[in-house]
């Protein structure tokens, strides 16, 4: 007759649970009570067959910082990798940081990443393209794409762009009865373009799809927005009454332009951002923005790793996180 998990688990006077957990090497366990349902499994003849044993456990997950442009050093990943960091260590895995360059031989960093066996890796995957992604997918591990927005298959932790845009576009809509504009970029980073392309459905919702709003295209960094959005004004180009931009420093460059070429903010120009970086509460007027919780998307992403990790039947989520209007002077 053959030897039941409940055999071994009455033998030794613990759970028959504690004894699935051991003898399918998941975490729930022990090291040493592991070992003993092992050693008591083997002389009471189990039949090891019937288990799928999966590989040993390294305790450790990474975090694979996507590097194309080295924009990580700034707070806001600054407090999503701490919100990763910390709640992975309060479920009981060492962090391991790991930045990664599509500059450098691909194949070797994705080795690299291999031969030190995570039990689940988490990608910063704000600068990543899909292309960029299939290497990783060659990985035998448990993966979670962090501030992405492929749709690649995978679990995914992202910002509602979308819903955050559109509040802001509501909002100003709502106090200036004007169509805003958009401050944007042409760098192509993924919440970027959905930005943009939820600016345009929302004042097409409000105004009717034949109405435009007006789009200055400006540099990322505030000193090289300011720079352009000074040629702009100056180029006698149509201006708005009110802006969302994609980002903090494009609207912080901008509305820095306008209050040197006489604008009052937020009298004759409001200015809304986005990302709620620290230089918005530096400016003067302080910059009206959108919030996105960057410390919790990091705690969200490892506990839904470590979900990953534990669950035996995997079916991929996508979770969004909504951004909260900041009202402050500029707008």
Do not use: W
Not at 22 to 31: D, F, H, M, P, T
């Amino acid at each position: 007759m053959a030897v039941t998990a409940k055999q071994i688990a009455d033998q030794l006077g613990i759970s028959a649970a504690a004894v699935s957990l051991a003898l399918n090497n998941r975490r729930g366990v022990s090291e040493k009570t592991r070992q003993l349902v092992l050693s008591t499994a083997k002389a009471l003849g189990y039949d090891f067959s019937k288990i799928k044993f999966e590989r040993q456990k390294s305790g450790t997950v990474a975090l694979v910082t996507f590097n194309r442009r080295r924009i990580f050093s700034t707070p806001f990943f600054a407090d999503m990798l701490a919100g990763v960091e910390a709640t992975l260590r309060h479920s009981g895995f060492s962090f391991s940081l790991v930045n990664y360059s599509p500059f450098e031989n691909v194949r070797q960093q994705i080795a690299d990443i291999a031969e030190a066996q995570y039990d689940g890796v988490i990608i910063l995957a704000t600068e990543m393209y899909e292309t960029d992604f299939m290497p990783f997918a060659s990985l035998d591990c448990p993966l979670l794409l962090l501030d992405s927005c492929m749709r690649v298959g995978v679990d995914t932790i992202k910002i509602d762009n979308a819903a955050g845009v559109a509040l802001a576009v509501q909002y100003l809509y709502s106090k200036h009865g004007s169509v805003p504009g958009i401050l944007t970029t042409p760098v192509t980073i993924g919440n970027f373009a959905e930005r943009r392309l939820a600016y345009e459905h929302t004042v097409g919702q409000l105004a009717g799809s034949e109405k435009r709003g007006i789009v200055h295209e400006l540099a990322v960094t505030a000193d090289e927005a300011y720079i352009g959005m000074l040629d702009i004004i100056d180029s006698g180009e149509p201006l708005a009454q009110c802006y969302v931009a994609v980002f903090d420093d494009i609207a912080i460059g901008a509305m820095k332009a306008f209050i040197e070429r006489g604008y009052r903010v937020p009298d004759d120009v409001s200015i809304i951002g986005f990302d709620n970086n620290v230089g918005g509460t530096y400016v003067q007027p302080q910059l009206t923005t959108l919030n996105v919780p960057s410390q919790y998307m990091g705690t969200i992403a490892a506990r839904r790793i470590v979900e990953i990790i534990d669950e035996t039947e995997h079916h991929p989520l996508k979770i969004e996180l909504g951004a909260s209007l900041i009202k402050r002077r500029s707008a």
